[in-house]
């Protein structure tokens, strides 16, 4: 596969191409790019895939929602619904995406928004809001964030800078000047502050950025309606692992340092899950002679699992036990609190002169 993709190199150089011209007429501004007078914060990356921009989302709602009235915007990836929508307790991730409802379901209290166009969004959004959160906007030049935070993803950082269909990245590496704050995410828990050097000369982050490393900080399991389980996985626990996200590298990892016993369900990136694909899960799992077995998906999957037709295949199937593996993002060395402030300063100073 990889060597396949090495013939796509001529249309990485179009792509590439095409990236860099677009870029230049907003640099120029020949395209517009649009600025607000309330904070805009925007979360991205540079490559498809995660990077973790859920949970660091997350992180800053958590931050702020207690002080600030708070909307996230996402272009709702993966919904079968167009335009401006605003999610309420009832919406689904079918009609807008995974991580929206995501945000919704942990943050009831909170606006959770997508639109394709994130300029009219913020429009929609601003009168009654004191900052927007725009969730993978990096790309999406009409708007240009007050505050822009870029992820680069730890396990890939020594990867070759290629452009799509050739590689992963969806824009050029110089593309991060852009940037304020970078942060290098999933991050292994124990990288100390000598082996953070070599990890920043790979970025090369420019004089005005500031540079953080995070890992991922798995939680105690949950029920699928939110409630802590209770149920430890040990040495002789079967773990059927049921993932449709961009890299589940790090949470097989992780899991693996509790019993090797995993069977991985694996499917692509904000897989729709069908009846099919459960009543396989079910199948497997009641064939499976492990005494102690267990059912576990990540907060994203859980979403797409939500609706009637899922709970009534795991009751069809014994009552199968799902568990969530809710995670949070951690800063390393105890640098939280330097981008606490650094998030907080920026919003005190653009909403004082309203």
């Given at each position: 596969?990889k060597?396949?993709r090495?013939?796509?190199?001529?249309?990485?150089?179009?792509?590439?191409?095409?990236v860099i011209i677009?870029?230049?007429?907003?640099?120029s501004?020949?395209?517009?790019?649009?600025?607000f007078?309330?904070p805009?914060?925007s979360?991205?990356?540079?490559?498809?895939g995660?990077?973790g921009?859920?949970p660091m989302?997350?992180y800053?709602i958590?931050?702020?929602?207690d002080?600030?009235?708070v909307?996230?915007?996402?272009?709702?990836y993966?919904?079968?619904?167009?335009?401006?929508?605003?999610?309420?307790a009832?919406?689904?991730a079918?009609q807008?995406?995974d991580e929206?409802?995501?945000f919704?379901?942990?943050?009831?209290?909170?606006?959770v928004?997508v639109?394709?166009?994130?300029?009219?969004?913020?429009?929609k959004l601003?009168?009654?809001?004191?900052?927007i959160?725009?969730?993978?906007?990096?790309?999406?030049?009409a708007v240009?964030?007050?505050l822009?935070i870029?992820?680069?993803?730890?396990?890939?950082?020594?990867?070759?800078?290629l452009?799509?269909?050739t590689?992963?990245?969806?824009?050029?590496?110089?593309g991060?000047w852009?940037?304020?704050?970078i942060?290098?995410?999933?991050?292994?828990a124990t990288?100390?502050?000598?082996?953070?050097?070599?990890?920043?000369?790979?970025?090369e982050?420019l004089?005005y950025?500031?540079?953080?490393f995070?890992?991922?900080?798995?939680q105690p399991?949950?029920?699928?309606?939110?409630?802590l389980?209770?149920?430890?996985?040990?040495?002789?626990?079967t773990v059927f692992?049921?993932?449709?996200?961009?890299?589940a590298?790090p949470?097989?990892?992780y899991?693996?340092?509790f019993?090797?016993?995993?069977?991985h369900?694996n499917?692509?990136?904000?897989?729709s899950?069908?009846l099919k694909?459960?009543?396989?899960?079910?199948?497997d799992?009641?064939?499976?002679?492990?005494q102690?077995?267990?059912?576990?998906?990540?907060?994203?999957d859980?979403?797409?699992?939500e609706?009637?037709?899922f709970?009534?295949?795991l009751?069809?199937n014994?009552s199968?036990?799902?568990?969530?593996?809710?995670?949070?993002?951690?800063?390393?060395?105890g640098?939280g609190?330097?981008?606490?402030?650094?998030?907080?300063e920026?919003?005190?100073e653009?909403?004082?002169?309203?």
């Amino acid at each position: 596969m990889k060597y396949l993709r090495w013939l796509l190199l001529p249309f990485s150089l179009l792509y590439g191409l095409v990236v860099i011209i677009r870029n230049w007429c907003y640099d120029s501004g020949l395209f517009k790019s649009h600025k607000f007078n309330k904070p805009v914060i925007s979360i991205g990356n540079l490559d498809v895939g995660g990077a973790g921009k859920s949970p660091m989302t997350e992180y800053l709602i958590r931050l702020l929602k207690d002080k600030y009235k708070v909307a996230t915007l996402s272009r709702g990836y993966g919904r079968n619904t167009t335009g401006f929508l605003s999610a309420t307790a009832t919406t689904t991730a079918t009609q807008i995406g995974d991580e929206p409802a995501q945000f919704k379901y942990k943050f009831p209290d909170i606006t959770v928004a997508v639109c394709e166009k994130r300029v009219e969004g913020i429009k929609k959004l601003l009168p009654d809001h004191d900052l927007i959160l725009l969730d993978d906007a990096y790309q999406h030049r009409a708007v240009e964030p007050g505050l822009s935070i870029l992820l680069f993803d730890y396990n890939r950082l020594n990867e070759p800078h290629l452009l799509l269909p050739t590689g992963n990245m969806r824009e050029p590496f110089s593309g991060r000047w852009r940037a304020q704050i970078i942060i290098v995410t999933k991050c292994p828990a124990t990288l100390n502050e000598d082996e953070q050097p070599a990890l920043a000369q790979i970025i090369e982050a420019l004089p005005y950025q500031k540079l953080f490393f995070t890992a991922i900080n798995y939680q105690p399991l949950q029920d699928l309606d939110g409630r802590l389980s209770g149920t430890v996985i040990d040495n002789d626990t079967t773990v059927f692992l049921l993932t449709g996200i961009a890299n589940a590298g790090p949470l097989l990892g992780y899991l693996s340092g509790f019993t090797p016993r995993i069977i991985h369900h694996n499917y692509p990136d904000h897989h729709s899950f069908t009846l099919k694909n459960i009543t396989k899960l079910a199948a497997d799992f009641n064939a499976c002679p492990s005494q102690k077995k267990i059912i576990i998906t990540t907060e994203k999957d859980a979403q797409r699992l939500e609706g009637s037709w899922f709970k009534t295949a795991l009751q069809a199937n014994g009552s199968l036990p799902v568990f969530v593996i809710p995670i949070r993002v951690e800063f390393l060395n105890g640098s939280g609190e330097q981008f606490d402030r650094l998030i907080i300063e920026y919003v005190r100073e653009h909403t004082a002169h309203h």
